[in-house]
């Protein structure tokens, strides 16, 4: 039995919140720790003396149960900061124009931004551990150069609860102005106009739903407004087409789609609607060679086709690619001299290239497990295209592929310190579910590591929205590999690694898949010698702590410990939130509790909180962020109160409080690798594994 400081944890009140929901009664004995005050912003200082009693006596709680690992952390941290990536993305091959890109200074926490010319002269942009300085909270996203190049822009949070600021800087004079001052919406939110006179962004309500598209100045000037939506199951995200002569606004959610668009010789006229929004169809808008692409699932293509559209009138021409179940397309991204079509098979993604002329050549990888994408920022009239190429054995490389022959020219490759590819193994593993499924399942070990030898594993899956856990590289992933552990990957259901069916089989009513196929991967593992039994820690993020939470639940002797980050598993109670910021968004994924009940009762079924039972729980430690407004911190700090009230086994479980972040922490190196670090000290000690390997 591994041992924990013999520390009380805080014991929260239970008062009886009676819900009665479509006919149905539930008690929520922790209801008392949701605030949300007035102003919106959570902080330390705004919430009401009880709660912050409790959290700070959870923070303590927190403090001396962890307190023992700092130095296993500390062994961990040290050995990821040896072998960080300094190295940024080697410099293009003379080409007219600007480059532009980011790098990681040898010792710096934070990114600089920059862009080198044809003739390799280098020119900074942003550094941003200037930005950062004296900040408790800093994150920026979507950097982008104006379309002639005199402009860089980036959003950036220095609060934490998502809502940004958008700043441009004057390439020319190096002056920097705040052009959207605040509740901007990052990650997609804004585009400059083709003729980059001004900035299209978004606005987020007081819901933090994004909902008004607005065109401003970038020299100064009132901003105005271009579209609303009155629809909060609506997404919204602008961006420019690749050729540049559209400004498109995508409206969608899970299983609806619509695409405004503004032409480059009309910027400050309306938005024009390409195909009106209907449900269960969802389609993107691109440009290639004089005519519109639109990548859309209608007419039964789950798996999604590709159209050419007439640019003035919006009608089909012809169909480029035709629908193949089971090899979904990812993402098109067109460049003057050919397409590149992103898909996927086998789970595994793959690069298209398609010629002006119709003819093809395709760009694949024989690595057992690989993550591959397009660099970002590249012009469209580049004759050749920049890979990114990555496996969790090997760190990102770059290759540089001709439009015109399909060839591949290595350009570089991040070298850290200490990290040897050769040193490890990479695997791909089918799991049986209980249905009969096969779930993938990607292992990383050590090549020392013999096969028929059990080694302690940490299990991470996400298996939500269609978002594929990619196997891509982790360093930190690494330095736990090397410290005896293996690391794999669950790529469960709910996810898209098989496509739409693969995403559809883990939504609503059959989302209990994604937590069986886990459970399944888990005890393949045990069957086939790679682990031992009280071997196991899961690890999960976000939808992720859904995951892991709910197979704790389903089966917590299997697991030596749970990590749970931001997770969300007050799943009943913020499905029937109207008022959460994106409940109406996310009823396609998980249901309607509030209309409809068989909805309530499959969510009733698997919500963690709601079925936390009167048995043996693994240590758990679960992460939050007081200014979350995806998951509030309330969902962990209640799950937390539950498992402690009804577990039998006395085993420690910690809630872990960022009061200065919201669901994701502030963006620097340094903090990731901490996180990571004690991450892996607690699931060491969840195993029993020394730390340093071979014994303190």
């Known amino acids: 039995m591994v041992s924990w400081p013999p520390v009380r944890p805080p014991v929260a009140p239970r008062e009886s919140c009676e819900i009665l929901q479509l006919g149905r009664l539930r008690d929520d004995p922790y209801a008392w720790m949701k605030f949300i005050p007035p102003s919106g912003l959570r902080t330390l200082e705004s919430l009401p003396p009880r709660l912050r009693g409790h959290l700070d006596a959870e923070m303590r709680y927190a403090d001396d149960v962890l307190r023992p690992l700092a130095a296993d952390a500390g062994w961990f941290r040290r050995r990821m900061a040896a072998r960080a990536l300094d190295a940024g993305e080697p410099p293009p091959t003379a080409l007219a124009g600007w480059r532009y890109g980011s790098e990681q200074p040898a010792g710096a926490s934070h990114r600089a931004f920059l862009r080198i010319g044809a003739d390799g002269r280098t020119q900074?942009?942003?550094?941003?551990?200037?930005?950062?300085?004296?900040?408790?909270?800093?994150?920026?996203?979507?950097?982008?150069?104006?379309?002639?190049?005199?402009?860089?822009?980036?959003?950036?949070?220095?609060?934490?609860?998502?809502?940004?600021?958008?700043?441009?800087?004057?390439?020319?004079?190096?002056?920097?102005?705040?052009?959207?001052?605040?509740?901007?919406?990052?990650?997609?939110?804004?585009?400059?106009?083709?003729?980059?006179?001004?900035?299209?962004?978004?606005?987020?309500?007081a819901h933090s739903r994004p909902t008004r598209l607005y065109r401003s100045p970038v020299d100064g000037g009132e901003a105005v407004l271009v579209y609303e939506e009155h629809d909060p199951a609506i997404f919204m995200q602008v961006a420019r087409t690749a050729a540049g002569r559209h400004v498109m606004l995508t409206l969608a959610g899970p299983d609806i789609g619509e695409v405004r668009l503004i032409a480059a010789e009309a910027e400050a006229a309306p938005p024009r609607l390409v195909q009106p929004r209907r449900r269960g169809v969802r389609y993107e808008i691109e440009e290639w060679n004089d005519a519109l692409l639109m990548l859309t699932d209608a007419d039964g293509a789950a798996d999604r086709k590709l159209l050419r559209l007439d640019p003035r009138s919006f009608a089909v021409r012809d169909e480029l690619v035709p629908h193949r179940a089971g090899v979904p397309i990812l993402a098109v991204r067109p460049f003057a001299g050919g397409l590149l079509r992103l898909e996927r098979v086998d789970g595994l993604r793959r690069l298209v290239l398609m010629r002006p002329d119709g003819s093809e050549a395709l760009i694949d990888f024989d690595d057992p497990a690989y993550f591959i994408d397009l660099a970002p920022l590249q012009p469209y009239d580049t004759p050749q295209v920049r890979v990114v190429h990555e496996t969790p054995a090997s760190p990102p490389r770059w290759l540089d592929v001709d439009l015109a022959t399909g060839g591949c020219r290595a350009a570089g490759q991040a070298v850290p310190a200490g990290v040897d590819p050769a040193a490890y193994r990479v695997e791909r593993l089918q799991a049986r579910a209980p249905d009969g499924e096969t779930v993938p399942i990607t292992v990383l070990s050590r090549n020392d590591a013999p096969a028929d030898a059990p080694r302690p594993l940490l299990l991470t899956g996400y298996g939500a929205y269609g978002i594929a856990s990619e196997p891509g590289f982790s360093l930190p992933a690494t330095v736990l590999v090397d410290a005896g552990f293996r690391y794999a990957i669950a790529h469960v259901r709910g996810g898209s690694e098989k496509g739409a069916r693969w995403y559809q089989e883990g939504c609503r009513e059959k989302k209990i898949n994604s937590m069986t196929d886990f459970i399944a991967c888990a005890r393949h593992l045990l069957d086939i010698g790679y682990a031992a039994p009280g071997g196991i820690v899961a690890h999960g993020v976000s939808a992720g702590g859904l995951l892991v939470c709910g197979a704790m639940n389903l089966a917590p002797e299997l697991w030596a410990g749970v990590i749970a980050q931001v997770p969300f598993v007050d799943m009943l109670n913020t499905m029937s939130d109207a008022g959460h910021p994106l409940v109406p968004l996310l009823?396609?994924?998980?249901?309607?509790?509030?209309?409809?009940?068989?909805?309530?009762?499959?969510?009733?079924?698997?919500?963690?909180?709601?079925?936390?039972?009167?048995?043996?729980?693994?240590?758990?430690?679960?992460?939050?962020?007081?200014?979350?407004?995806?998951?509030?911190?309330?969902?962990?700090?209640?799950l937390v109160a539950n498992i402690r009230h009804r577990a039998t086994g006395g085993q420690p479980a910690v809630l872990l409080l960022n009061p200065d972040s919201g669901h994701q922490d502030s963006d620097d190196r340094d903090g990731a690798f901490a996180q990571a670090a004690l991450f892996w000290a607690f699931a060491c000690r969840c195993a029993g594994v020394p730390v340093p390997p071979g014994g303190l």
């Open 124 to 205: 900074r942009l942003l550094d941003e551990a200037g930005r950062a300085a004296g900040q408790a909270y800093y994150r920026a996203t979507d950097h982008q150069p104006s379309p002639d190049d005199r402009y860089f822009a980036w959003a950036e949070d220095v609060v934490g609860d998502d809502r940004h600021r958008i700043c441009v800087l004057d390439m020319d004079s190096g002056a920097v102005r705040t052009v959207v001052q605040a509740d901007a919406f990052g990650y997609g939110g804004f585009t400059f106009s083709p003729s980059s006179r001004y900035l299209f962004w978004i606005w987020r309500d």
């Open 587 to 638: 009823r396609p994924d998980w249901g309607d509790p509030l209309a409809d009940p068989r909805a309530y009762d499959h969510i009733a079924r698997i919500s963690p909180y709601e079925n936390v039972g009167r048995t043996d729980y693994p240590p758990v430690l679960c992460t939050a962020g007081l200014k979350d407004d995806r998951v509030p911190y309330w969902e962990p700090a209640k």
